[in-house]
């Protein structure tokens, strides 16, 4: 449904709606150990429900991990959470040509929305040129600093109604740190220092977050630079070329500065100012390419290096309101007025053997203005309690993609393989918790969200289109419902039920690539006529919390519309390789009926000597029922048991993380990794002479166990090697690794 002549409209009308609107309840205040050292807030991966900052996470749909169970974990990257707390939630390392990310329930990419501080951050690709490993672009909704963070929320199902687009198989609901974080109670200032070496990449890194309050005003500032090397593997074969199984060498920067002013005013009125800006650097020697001969050149050896830059940068005004007394209208509510922008480029090139230069060179970026806020307003009618949340988003957003090449033999050229994308977007949240007494909850909702993409003329110099001709515009707009019920059996048992809609809108990668090789017989391209996808979740499961012993069981059955996947197919716009017969068509399509069902569990117990277990699981199942074709971006059978001892000083644990083997597709020419199981010992210290310090140590991969990550390896050919396909070596994990940090706060 076209949207275009009202989406202005209702930009201008959400926006003047939201502007009255003040900050939901604030996060807890930290508290202050006994000794008079800082207490950080709680990391939570969220589920139960809990009062945070990050109102979208308020569901019990998942499970709590505290900051003392973070810290003894050392957790430091989506990655360890899935290895640890989290056996749902998966992390896939990008390889040279071959996508990574974060996988909740079998999806990931678009899939998956990651929020820092309500603030969307945007997904973009580009798998145009596959065959050039380095210009390929992925995984920028990652784009963030672990040491920067105060809570982390997984939220996991396809629920719309209040994340917005995208949340098909979840979110990662991020909040950075604020100054009550680190100032503990009756101090005026705290702060926390860390440092760390990990043996998997070689890594040195290092945190300081430092926070002050004069009064009212509180400051704090936070930075963090950690340097590395290529992440470690079982590969074997140090050679050049397709057959080589060690990973590239490669140094890597990743940095992090943030600044943050609050003001605290009568009334329980808050206003603040964040600026933050987020880097990471990737230089790598591409031994894989060298000496190999692609379409008539060959990469001489020692001569091909390879680079990956991202960076995001973020300024936003904030204010929050939590009301002084119980008689208040509002209860609580949040304003963002925020620019954020993330770029991401990558390339490679060097000298060919004829000693001629290549280049090629592809860049991204997405710049964006918007608003966004929610308030909360509880009140009694009709002798039943209700608790209603109202918010939105509205956001204006500027796309642009080049790519550079200056290839042996052709003159430099600059061109576009998408064009600059002008696009709005507007949601809308309303839902409503009725508290009808006995522990009995039903929460309706309801999410408006609609978007408008206008591509403009600056893929004129694109070859391609004059073959496909320019592209249009794409808008839509959808309602996602919801009804959640929870029971309270007893205080400490919680039963629950939800059924939700999700939804998608096509990515710009999705709809406007045009990459055509005309001359070599194919071409690569979008579809601008694609359908966003939607879903219908169903979730039920039980939380339990009792002292000593906490578990959650969920179960969930998710059925996905027009879910959007690449195909090849043929074309008569222009020929074969070689002009014989058709060409090749790389393009999308929207799938009719895909279904993703699974279970999730956890359980801990705690006892009175010291000594705890744990243990959790996740088990999804994924395929086309039209086709019946497995959906293999579904991890397998995966779980994480743990032992351990810990009292006031020291602690130590083992972890066991077992995963089954890839389900079999039939198909010779993909690799179903075999399951695994690897073990993890970790210690901690926290000296009574110096307080506020800890030391943390572990080794990962205890008995030097060689294995796959499934989802990662999904679409390995282990039968033959290419500049994108190594032999399955070089896709292993690390091997046996340390990690050593130490923090100290203050």
Not at 65 to 78: F, L, N, V, Y
Not at 310 to 318: C, G, K, N, Q, Y
Not at 486 to 515: C, H, K
Not at 599 to 624: C, I, M, P, T, W
Request: net charge negative; proline share 3%; aromatic share 10%.
């Amino acid at each position: 449904m076209s949207i275009s002549r009202t989406h202005s409209a209702l930009l201008l009308c959400t926006a003047i709606s939201l502007l009255p609107l003040a900050g939901p309840v604030r996060a807890q205040d930290a508290a202050a150990q006994a000794d008079g050292t800082t207490t950080l807030e709680k990391i939570v991966v969220k589920g139960k429900r809990v009062k945070s900052a990050n109102a979208v996470a308020d569901t019990p749909l998942a499970s709590q991990t505290t900051a003392e169970d973070i810290r003894k974990k050392d957790i430091g990257s989506i990655k360890d959470l899935g290895n640890s707390t989290e056996p749902g939630v998966d992390y896939v390392d990008a390889k040279p040509g071959r996508p990574g990310g974060l996988f909740i329930r079998g999806l990931g990419g678009a899939r998956v929305v990651t929020l820092i501080d309500n603030i969307p951050v945007p997904f973009f690709e580009n798998f145009a040129r596959q065959g050039q490993a380095t210009t390929t672009l992925s995984n920028t909704n990652s784009s963030f600093d672990f040491s920067s963070l105060s809570t982390v929320d997984v939220v996991r199902g396809a629920d719309s109604s209040r994340i917005g687009s995208g949340a098909l198989g979840g979110a990662l609901v991020l909040r950075t740190l604020e100054p009550e974080d680190l100032i503990g109670e009756g101090r005026d200032w705290g702060g926390v220092a860390k440092t760390t070496y990990d043996s998997e990449d070689r890594s040195v890194g290092g945190s300081l977050a430092v926070a002050k309050k004069i009064e009212n005003t509180s400051v704090l500032f936070q930075g963090s630079y950690k340097r590395g090397n290529e992440t470690d593997n079982k590969g074997t074969a140090d050679i050049y070329g397709t057959r080589r199984t060690k990973p590239n060498p490669a140094d890597t920067y990743e940095s992090n500065l943030m600044f943050k002013i609050r003001q605290d005013l009568e009334g329980g009125h808050r206003i603040g100012l964040t600026a933050e800006r987020y880097s990471l650097r990737d230089r790598s020697d591409m031994k894989t390419l060298q000496g190999v001969s692609v379409s008539g050149s060959t990469y001489r050896i020692g001569d091909y290096r390879g680079y990956e830059d991202t960076e995001r940068d973020r300024v936003s005004l904030d204010y929050e309101y939590e009301a002084p007394s119980t008689d208040s209208v509002i209860d609580a509510a949040n304003l963002s007025l925020y620019w954020t922008r993330l770029s991401k480029e990558s390339g490679a090139g060097d000298r060919l053997t004829n000693n001629s230069l290549y280049i090629r060179e592809d860049s991204m970026r997405n710049s964006a203005f918007g608003i966004v806020g929610g308030l909360e307003s509880g009140f009694e009618l009709g002798g039943v309690q209700h608790t209603v949340r109202f918010g939105g988003n509205a956001m204006t957003t500027d796309f642009s993609q080049e790519l550079f090449a200056n290839t042996a033999g052709s003159t430099s050229s600059s061109q576009s393989d998408m064009p600059d994308v002008s696009g709005k977007s507007l949601g809308l949240y309303l839902d409503d918790e009725i508290a009808f007494g006995n522990g009995f909850r039903l929460t309706p909702g309801l999410r408006f969200d609609s978007y408008d993409y206008d591509p403009d003329g600056s893929v004129s110099s694109n070859s391609g289109y004059r073959t496909f001709g320019l592209p249009s515009g794409n808008s839509g707009s959808r309602f996602s419902p919801k009804l959640l019920a929870t029971y309270d059996v007893t205080p400490e048992l919680q039963l629950f039920a939800q059924w939700s809609m999700a939804y998608r809108a096509p990515t710009i990668n999705e709809l406007y690539l045009n990459f055509s090789n005309v001359s070599s017989g194919y071409a690569v391209v979008g579809n601008s006529a694609l359908n966003p996808e939607t879903s219908n979740g169903f979730e039920i499961g039980a939380n339990y919390a009792s002292g000593d012993l906490t578990g959650s069981l969920t179960l969930f059955h998710n059925k996905y519309k027009n879910f959007i996947e690449q195909y090849t197919t043929s074309t008569t716009l222009f020929p074969g390789f070689g002009g014989r017969g058709n060409g090749s068509l790389f393009t999308y399509r929207n799938r009719n009926n895909v279904e993703i069902s699974g279970v999730e569990a956890k359980v801990r117990k705690d006892l009175a000597n010291g000594f705890f277990a744990h243990a959790s699981l996740a088990y999804a199942y994924g395929k086309d029922t039209d086709t019946n074709e497995f959906i293999r971006t579904v991890a397998p059978f995966k779980s994480v048991l743990g032992v351990g001892y810990a009292q006031d000083v020291w602690g130590t644990e083992l972890t066991g993380v077992f995963s089954a083997g890839m389900r079999d597709d039939r198909v010779a020419n993909t690799f179903d990794a075999p399951g695994y199981g690897v073990f993890n010992l970790t210690g901690w210290w926290e000296p009574e002479q110096t307080k506020g310090l800890r030391i943390q140590a572990g080794i990962y991969n205890l008995f030097d166990r060689k294995y796959w990550n499934a989802v990662g390896v999904r679409d390995v050919n282990p039968n033959s090697v290419s500049t994108v396909n190594q032999p399955v070596d070089f896709y292993t994990e690390a091997g046996r690794t340390f990690k050593i940090s130490l923090t100290q706060k203050f």
